[in-house]
């Protein structure tokens, strides 16, 4: 057994209800200033109002920053920090997916150590702690609220560049079911498809150790038994508890083992075309799956277990038969077949690969990649 490392720094806070503890956990950390990160869509069906209301009934004082877009580019990131400088807060609430988590963690990296988002690019170029933030994910998908990266969409370039540090995992969760249960159908299954991914390629990972493995099962068995039935009734309350636990299951596990060449291709396709960071992992999945069917060491086996619909025992398994559940899956749930659908322009395939091979998870892809590879899965994927 090679060599790992792990630590669970955050406090989190899970069950039905459980946003009700937040006024409590901040008066316990003298914190009576929040900076609440979100986005226009959570403000529109109330979830915003919900979190002020909580927090201002409790005595306590919110300033709100909601103008987070799909992949957040550093204009909104440096907007944000100047906003949060000027209130005067002590902490700052993501609230929201990916995007409100990134936005939140990187504005707690500009406002602490001054400078622009992208001098911290790469891999632990934070200097220290950053200012406390908490996390209340509003969809189980992403898992920000317990991984280390801010990823900032560079304007110009179309680039997705990722800030790397165990400096910025938030220092408290709060993951209350409730809040994912008003979710579209094309929602849930994204996110849902997405945080599946994340225990997948976490578990495929070179990177993976017991620590991460540990997680990344747990959370296929969760997710794999309740993502069908949680993107049909999201008023599900069993199926939503077990998506939530099971994204943030599958967030721990690759905050340690790292993903793989599914993450490293979708950067690029949200950031040329602005397609949602879910939908395009989902989209991207099948064919990564079939590339790296030849490195297969026997894991394509315990992932088919947890996600197929069958019970009955299996024999003689072949690498092949993933592939066909994946596909399968994605039909269920209403993924688009491929990038085109998405709409995915064939020109741009050289510049997404390009830009994929810059990313930290190709080494941690159990199939070795180069660029030509690259281009070829673009193209397969397109």
């Known amino acids: 057994m090679k060599d790992f490392s792990f630590m669970i720094p955050q ?33 529109a069906i109330g979830v915003v109002k919900k979190i002020q209301d909580i927090i201002s009934e409790a005595g306590l004082e919110c300033t709100t920053y909601l ?9 909104i990131v440096a907007d944000a920090t100047d906003r949060y400088r000027e209130c005067g807060a002590t902490s700052i609430i993501a609230l929201g997916g990916g995007g409100p988590m990134d936005v939140a963690k990187a504005v707690g990296v500009v406002a602490t150590y001054g400078g622009k988002i992208f001098d911290y690019e790469g891999n632990f170029k934070v200097p220290g702690p950053i200012v406390p933030i908490f996390a209340i994910p509003t969809t189980a998908g992403t ?50 498809v997405d945080a599946l991914i994340h225990a997948l390629e976490a578990y495929l990972s070179r990177n993976a150790s017991p620590f991460s493995d540990a997680f990344a099962e747990k959370a296929m068995e969760l997710i794999g038994a309740n993502l069908r039935r949680f993107v049909a009734n ?23 083992a790292r993903l793989g060449n599914v993450h490293a291709m979708s950067h690029p396709v949200s950031g040329f075309f602005g397609v949602a960071h879910g939908t395009a992992n989902a989209v991207l999945l099948p064919t990564v799956i079939e590339y790296n069917a030849l490195a ?7 992932i088919y277990n947890y996600i197929r619909e069958s019970s009955e025992p299996v024999k003689n398994f072949k690498p092949e038969m993933l592939l066909e559940e994946v596909i399968r899956l994605n039909e269920q749930l209403g993924i688009p077949k491929n990038l ?43």
């Open 11 to 43: 406090n989190i806070e899970f069950g039905v209800g459980a946003l009700k503890k937040l006024p409590q956990i901040m008066k316990e950390n003298n914190l009576d200033h929040v900076f609440l990160v979100s986005d226009r869509g959570l403000e």
């Open 67 to 75: 103008d987070v877009e799909a992949n957040p580019t550093a204009a």
């Open 143 to 192: 898992g920000s609220e317990v991984t280390a990266s801010a990823v900032i969409t560079d304007e110009k370039t179309h680039f997705k560049s990722t800030i790397f540090s165990y400096h910025n995992l938030p220092k408290f969760a709060i993951l209350d079911p409730e809040l994912i249960m008003t979710a579209p159908a094309h929602i849930a299954a994204a996110c849902g």
């Open 234 to 256: 999201r008023h599900d309350e069993e199926a939503a508890c077990a998506m939530m636990a099971g994204s943030t299951f599958a967030g721990i596990s690759f905050a340690w």
């Open 296 to 302: 297969d060491n026997g894991r394509y086996e315990v």
């Open 340 to 382: 085109r659908e998405v709409g995915v322009t064939e020109d741009k395939i050289e510049a997404m690969a390009i830009d994929a091979m810059k990313s930290g998870n190709i080494p941690a892809n159990p199939r070795e990649t180069t660029l030509k590879d690259m281009i070829e899965l673009y193209k397969k994927a397109f």
